[in-house]
């Protein structure tokens, strides 16, 4: 167990809907991260948050936003969704922005777009 | 821009055996650290073993080694007396340095099978 929780573990819906993902981190850390796997792309990076601010952005599509709230804990939106966003969506997260060594991640939200 | 290539998309290997799971990356950062995860058929995300540029000695974590040669941009697994649940996906990772540069950039994976 990494100490990150995700929930949900999966989601099923339809083409353009919107979801949420959430994610905790582990105790202590302020940095979370989110990453898409697919067939197709692999292990992509989204985008990550540092104590409530965004702090670098990868290759997050436009209909997907995400944020961190005081309590730390993160949210990932995704709207219109397609079926090429099916996917499975880890979060992780590392003690600060600068944490050169670990980064844990959560079990993941399978999502599966119909 | 970072990258890293996993050239072996599936390997065997016979329990209590050893095996080393390939990993090259190219990236112009000086300082930058490399990670290896294991994923197996459940889907979570386990992290192994961490080095950093710097680290003048191969990191070790039980039966894990990383054979890091920076010359070469190789920064290879090394599973010890290979067991039955070690039959699992094996991703190579890279972080940067500077900047925002802390996202790991992934390879495509090993998929590793281990035979009784």
């Known amino acids: 167990d990494s100490g990150v929780t995700q929930t949900p573990k999966h989601l099923i819906t339809a083409t353009g809907q919107r979801v949420t993902l959430r994610c905790s981190p582990r105790s202590g850390d302020l940095s979370v991260y989110w990453y898409q796997q697919s067939l197709d792309q692999g292990l992509q990076f989204l985008i990550q948050y540092y104590n409530g601010e965004e702090r670098a952005k990868g290759n997050i599509l436009e209909r997907f936003s995400a944020q961190q709230f005081p309590d730390l804990h993160s949210e990932l939106n995704l709207s219109s969704l397609e079926l090429g966003d099916s996917a499975l969506y880890f979060c992780?997260?590392?003690?600060?922005?600068?944490?050169?060594?670990?980064?844990?991640f959560g079990p993941g939200t399978r999502l599966t777009v119909l | 821009a970072q990258k890293i290539t996993q050239t072996q998309p599936g390997m065997f290997v016979q329990e209590k055996e050893a095996v080393t799971l390939d990993c090259t990356y190219d990236?112009?950062?000086?300082?930058?650290?490399l990670f290896w995860y294991k994923q197996p058929s459940s889907g979570e995300m386990i992290f192994l073993i961490y080095?950093?540029?710097?680290?003048?000695q191969n990191a070790t974590e039980g039966r894990y080694s990383l054979n890091f040669q920076k010359a070469r941009k190789s920064a290879n697994l090394v599973i010890s007396a290979s067991q039955l649940g070690d039959s699992a996906m094996y991703f190579c990772a890279m972080r940067g340095s500077g900047g925002s540069n802390y996202k790991l950039t992934f390879g495509k994976g090993t998929l590793l099978t281990v035979n009784p």
């Open positions: 990236t112009s950062d000086q300082s930058y650290g």
């Open positions: 992780a997260s590392s003690v600060r922005a600068t944490s050169y060594n670990e980064q844990f």
């Open positions: 080095q950093g540029s710097y680290d003048e």
